[in-house]
């Protein structure tokens, strides 16, 4: 048995720092290391004093890396070396050859590891944006102008793609690259298609702590990689699978040998030449059920997106009395437009049934975020709960 040992993941410049022990990370040659974020010490206590470093663990574990939640006990994904060797290797492939990458994304948690990671695999020098005041897309353009290839990605989540989107000098940036990943958070179809027809070569990924990052690509899931429905449940297999988590032996989403056992509601749709391409509907534990019916908030969030006036929105459910659950829904406006309840309401209801259509608006300036880009639903409950009438 060896030892978890906490490894701070700073920013900006000084990620060049922890490039040796990731190395040894990858060839499974160093011990097992907890990522944490070096610029915030109460995350960084919060998650060693879920995962404990300094305890023994197998091994066969070269990292453990939070999810993304921020509620309750942290879980750690122990992932093995040959799991994220694994992932990197099949994300080159798919991608047409290793190449230079681009580090726009915190560190510490596993889609900033990853673009780290496979730069290692690639032999070649991350280009990295400092993100620890925000993302600034000037910022973004002299990266992308400074990378060298041969060829060259990066990896945003949606709320960056949206904010390079305002910017003309960072969508052709973008544009130049050979792949933008865009992950994290389902991103609204309205910005995959602006994006994609300013030429921006996107690539939609879909995967999580537990599976070393994207393990599935535009709905195509990565060499190595399995994917089955179970009653509208997705669950993921294959090598770049983790090993558990850490200090929960027993926890049911590994119950069964060889699956992951996830949290989202998806199905198979035929793709471009009859293949199978997974499409993923939305959260089964972020399910809201009113007046007895279900309602997935992201099917509600992929129709209001599509509706002018809406920016960005994040629909949930609140405690009723009568309904058990109200559908609301937080809504940044679209440049010089005031969207009304009763207009956003119709334009839900032409398309779905009336039971998922927002009962109360809120319009913010942004989405409160949590982890890789992850809308923060539980402070927006929060914040509905405590608005005054």
């Known amino acids: 048995m060896s030892t978890l040992r906490t490894l701070p993941m700073p920013t900006g410049a000084s990620v060049g720092e922890v490039l040796p022990h990731l190395r040894g990370a990858l060839e499974g040659s160093g011990p097992a290391w907890l990522p944490v974020p070096s610029g915030d010490r109460r995350e960084s206590h919060r998650l060693s004093s879920a995962l404990q470093p300094g305890e023994p663990i197998d091994d066969d574990i070269a990292l453990v890396v939070t999810t993304s939640g921020t509620t309750g006990i942290p879980k750690g994904a122990m992932l093995s070396a040959p799991a994220l060797r694994a992932s990197g290797d099949a994300t080159h492939e798919r991608l047409g050859g290793p190449g230079q990458w681009l580090l726009a994304l915190p560190t510490y948690h596993i889609a900033g590891l990853q673009v780290l990671m496979r730069s290692i695999l690639a032999g070649t020098e991350p280009a990295v944006l400092d993100v620890s005041d925000g993302f600034l897309t000037g910022g973004l353009v002299s990266a992308i102008a400074g990378m060298t290839g041969p060829r060259r990605y990066t990896s945003l989540v949606p709320t960056q793609l949206i904010k390079s989107l305002d910017d003309p000098a960072c969508v052709e940036a973008l544009a130049s690259l050979d792949a933008v990943l865009v992950g994290g958070a389902a991103t609204p179809a309205p910005v995959l298609e602006r994006a994609r027809a300013a030429g921006i070569p996107l690539v939609r990924t879909y995967g999580m702590s537990e599976t070393c990052g994207g393990c599935v690509y535009d709905g195509v899931p990565l060499t190595g990689t399995t994917v089955r429905i179970e009653e509208g449940r997705v669950l993921l297999g294959g090598a770049m699978l983790a090993k558990g988590y850490r200090g929960q032996p027993d926890h049911p989403a590994f119950a069964e040998p060889g699956w992951f056992r996830t949290d989202d509601a998806g199905l198979f749709v035929e793709g471009e030449g009859g293949v199978g391409v997974l499409r993923i509907s939305g959260r089964l534990d972020e399910a809201i059920t009113t007046g007895g019916l279900l309602v997935i908030p992201q099917v509600v969030e992929a129709v209001l997106a599509e509706h002018p006036a809406v920016q960005e929105c994040v629909v949930l459910g609140l405690p009723d009395d009568r309904l058990g659950q109200r559908v609301v829904a937080a809504v940044v406006p679209a440049p010089g437009t005031v969207p009304t309840l009763d207009e956003l309401r119709a334009y839900v209801t032409a398309e ?30 929060e914040y509905f709960l405590t608005a005054t009438p």
Not at 360 to 378: D, F, S, W
Request: charged share 30%.
């Open 352 to 381: 779905l049934d009336s039971t998922a259509a927002p009962r109360e608006l809120a319009l913010v300036e942004e989405i409160p975020l949590r982890g890789p880009g992850k809308p923060n639903r539980a402070a927006l409950r």
